[in-house]
């Protein structure tokens, strides 16, 4: 099953609201997740890593206060994009690292279902 | 600076035939990880090796084999006998050493159609 899980899988937003993403951490505590953003036919790209208790850490480019991202817990982080528009349509897609020593495979990166946002 | 390079965009194949999809990184890091990932038109992805800087030994899985060569930084992915399941946008993948961090650099992806 899921190891890290993804909701909603998809979302349909009106512009200019705001749409939140879930990203869970099945069988392990993550302390550090991971955000990416895939635009149609492009690559994946890294938007933020989320630190959970503390600020996450945005790359480059990345919009801190439209892209929102809070973890609050050791097995939650959520993206929230404030004020949605048509061009942040696209597949949000989390990952988190299971640490070393637990049940599941340490150290190894697992990926959420992912989220298609279409902003309307 | 980390990077990943598929130059190949997309490649077209008949089934049963042999593909080769290529992947060239350049890292500074001593220690890294190589990864390869499948993504079907739904869009999750589907892990399918990590290879870690100090294990150059190539692997086999069933129809799937790697290549991994440091000395020309390259981590090849070849897929025998092709199938029509096979057809989804791969992408080979660079992170620094996992116990440090978790965050992946990807390539830009090849997409390969399988044609019956």
């Known amino acids: 099953g899921a190891v890290v899980s993804q909701h909603p899988s998809w979302v349909i937003c009106k512009s200019g609201t705001s749409v939140k993403i879930e990203c869970r951490s099945l069988?392990?505590?993550?302390?550090?997740m991971f955000w990416y953003r895939q635009f149609p036919k492009q690559s994946l790209m890294l938007m933020a890593t989320s630190n959970e208790g503390s600020k996450a850490t945005y790359e480059q480019g990345v919009e801190k206060d439209k892209f929102l991202i809070n973890h609050a817990s050791l097995t939650l982080s959520t993206l929230t994009v404030t004020s949605a528009h048509p061009e942040d349509s696209s597949f949000y897609i989390c990952?988190?690292?299971?640490?070393?020593?637990?049940?599941?495979?340490?150290?190894?990166?697992?990926f959420g279902e992912g989220s298609w946002l279409t902003v309307v | 600076a980390q990077k990943v390079t598929q130059a190949q965009t997309e490649i077209s194949v008949v089934e049963k035939e042999d593909v080769t999809l290529d992947c060239v990184y350049e890292?500074?890091?001593?220690?890294?990880?190589l990864f390869w990932y499948k993504q079907p038109p739904s869009g999750e992805l589907v892990f399918l090796i990590r290879r870690n800087s100090f294990d150059e030994q190539n692997e086999i899985s069933g129809r799937y084999s790697w290549n991994f060569q440091k000395s020309t930084s390259s981590f090849n992915f070849t897929i025998t006998a092709s199938q029509v399941v096979d057809s989804a946008v791969y992408f080979c993948?660079?992170?620094?050493?996992?116990?440090?961090?978790?965050?992946?650099?990807f390539g830009q992806g090849t997409t390969l159609q399988v044609k019956p």
């Open positions: 890292t500074r890091d001593t220690t890294y990880y």
């Open positions: 990952s988190a690292r299971a640490p070393a020593g637990g049940l599941i495979s340490g150290n190894t990166i697992y």
């Open positions: 993948a660079l992170s620094e050493a996992l116990s440090n961090t978790g965050k992946l650099i």
């Open positions: 069988d392990f505590q993550a302390t550090t």
